[in-house]
């Protein structure tokens, strides 16, 4: 009982994990005019855009599936025997008993901790933005300033809070105990290309985010001038407080 109890216990924590990543990689607001972007021109795309938008709807996608066939794996080993046996064989690339290896782990409780956090911290910056807030490198019309909140903390809490969920999912859904750990599908070619571009696409995004901030920085200190210059005083940290 207890063994079956700690398999069923990770379904919410992965239902958590799947909204917190929706959360993250979905923007509150439409894709802003070129004209908001100009300011950005000179950028190099990369850190610009990030990622195109058929790009990051591609790896939402991926994670969700990911999430999605644990789920189903989980479930399917406690269903009636017919039933279970019929799915858990669509499942598992290798012998349907690796099924049993997928469970709770403190590797998934720690990445489900990043995620969870990483997650509500992303909604009190886009509540916090506003209009503001974009996926692109943007000044929008009648830009604000805005200092107060989660960015009173730190100057760019919004790629903190991206940063924490990114590495969150990989602990998640790459460690130990694992669908993708225990199902068997990594020792498929197909499958191991897959899992490694998405792994390599989703811990790239750390990288850029901080890449970005030194250029976000540099083009609101030139827009708001003494205003940011006077928030930069009272907020020194961009990322971790009292580490950077």
């Known amino acids: ?21 929706f959360i993250t990689f979905t923007s509150p607001n439409p ?29 939402k996608t991926l994670t969700q599936s990911f999430i999605i066939f644990e789920v189903a794996t989980i479930v399917a080993r406690y269903l009636p025997s017919p039933i279970g046996e019929t799915i858990l064989p669509m499942l598992a690339w290798r012998s349907t008993d690796a099924a049993s290896g997928v469970r709770l782990t403190s590797t998934f409780f720690a ?11 992303r909604i009190f910056c886009y509540r916090a933005l506003g209009r503001h807030f974009t996926f692109e490198l943007s000044i929008r019309k009648n830009h604000k300033l805005v200092t107060d909140g989660p960015y009173s903390i730190v100057r760019h809490p919004s790629y903190t809070a991206l940063i924490m969920v990114t590495i969150g999912t990989l602990l ?20 191991r290309l897959l899992v490694v571009v998405w792994a390599a696409e989703v811990a790239w995004i750390p ?6 901030v030194g250029t976000e920085d540099e083009i609101l200190q030139k827009e708001f001038k003494d205003e940011w210059l006077a928030w930069s005083r009272r907020t020194p940290y961009k990322l971790i407080p009292g580490i950077m």
């Open 111 to 121: 990445g489900t901790f990043l995620c969870l956090i990483g997650g509500i911290m």
């Open 31 to 59: 894709r802003t005019p070129r004209e908001e972007q100009s300011k950005y021109s000179s950028v190099k795309y990369i850190v610009q855009q990030v990622r195109p938008p058929w790009v990051r709807a591609l790896e």
């Open 1 to 21: 009982m207890p063994i079956v109890m700690s398999a069923l216990f990770k379904i919410p924590l992965l239902l958590l994990t799947a909204y917190a990543n």
């Open 207 to 212: 990288i850029v985010m901080v890449l970005r």
């Open 172 to 191: 998640c859904l790459t460690g130990t105990g694992s669908w993708l750990a225990e199902s068997g599908i990594m020792s498929t070619l197909v499958g």
